[in-house]
T-cell receptor
Framework: DGGITQSPKYLFRKEGQNVTLSCEQN?????MYWYRQDPGQGLRLIYY???????QKGDIAEGYSVSREKKESFPLTVTSAQKNPTAFYLCASSSVGGAKNIQYFGAGTRLSVL | GNSVTQMEGPVTLSEEAFLTINCTYT??????LFWYVQYPGEGLQLLLK?????DKGSNKGFEATYRKETTSFHLEKGSVQVSDSAVYFC????????????FGTGTSLTVIP
């Protein structure tokens, strides 16, 4: 089945530790996105990428890093510089342009601090 | 700039009641409009969309009409079920600003038997 796979479903981070969230898609989409969702709040854009080897900062990129070495993969690293990382992280992908511009979401990763 | 404003929640309804969740938008170009639904602990799923003025999106008994004159895209359902309990997000995509989506803050709906 085509879709977006995020792993792990739950992740725990120790103080000073970097952790990486995985996002893989087999929809052949060019664009991929990372959002952060806090309880009772909407989605805030962290980073997005419209093509391999290129990505742009979103509204809350500080303390996060990404890479886009392959079309199907867009991992997010939460660095130790992110002082409040506890949240639900959502990855999405879309085709580029026109009527195909629909974002499809993974099931999310819930990150907590130990 | 682009933004989406949707009605504050939470909303609690009895089964078979009529649902309206208001959504208004601001856009610099000609956006496409979307409603997404999020069930507890899951990602967002596309519920319906409309790509131009006066288009009506519909799915699973839900409907929304793209009203350019009032810059609105209100979600409606004639008879809600307990299984409709979820958080609903209104969103827009404007090709003039690349492929970014702009989401509302979400409206939590609880349907009681």
């Amino acid at each position: 089945d085509g879709g977006i796979t995020q792993s792990p479903k739950y992740l725990f981070r120790k103080e000073g530790q970097n952790v990486t969230l995985s996002c893989e898609q087999n929809l052949n989409h060019d664009a991929m996105y990372w959002y952060r969702q806090d309880p009772g709040q909407g989605l805030r854009l962290i980073y997005y990428s419209q093509i391999v080897n290129d990505f742009q900062k979103g509204d809350i990129a500080e303390g996060y890093s990404v890479s886009r070495e392959k079309k199907e993969s867009f991992p997010l690293t939460v660095t130790s510089a992110q002082k409040n990382p506890t949240a639900f992280y959502l990855c999405a992908s879309s085709s580029v342009g026109g009527a195909k511009n629909i974002q499809y979401f993974g099931a999310g990763t819930r990150l907590s601090v130990l | 700039g682009n933004s989406v404003t949707q009605m504050e929640g939470p909303v609690t309804l009895s089964e078979e009641a009529f649902l309206t969740i208001n959504c208004t938008y601001t856009a610099t170009g000609y956006p496409s409009l979307f409603w997404y639904v999020q069930y507890p602990g899951e990602g967002l799923q596309l519920l319906l969309k409309a790509t131009k003025a006066d288009d009506k999106g519909s799915n699973k008994g839900f409907e929304a009409t793209y009203r350019k004159e009032t810059t609105s895209f209100h979600l409606e359902k004639g008879s809600v079920q307990v299984s409709d309990s979820a958080v609903y997000f209104c969103a827009l995509s404007d090709l003039n600003t690349g492929n970014q989506f702009y989401f509302g803050t979400g409206t939590s709906l609880t349907v009681i038997p």
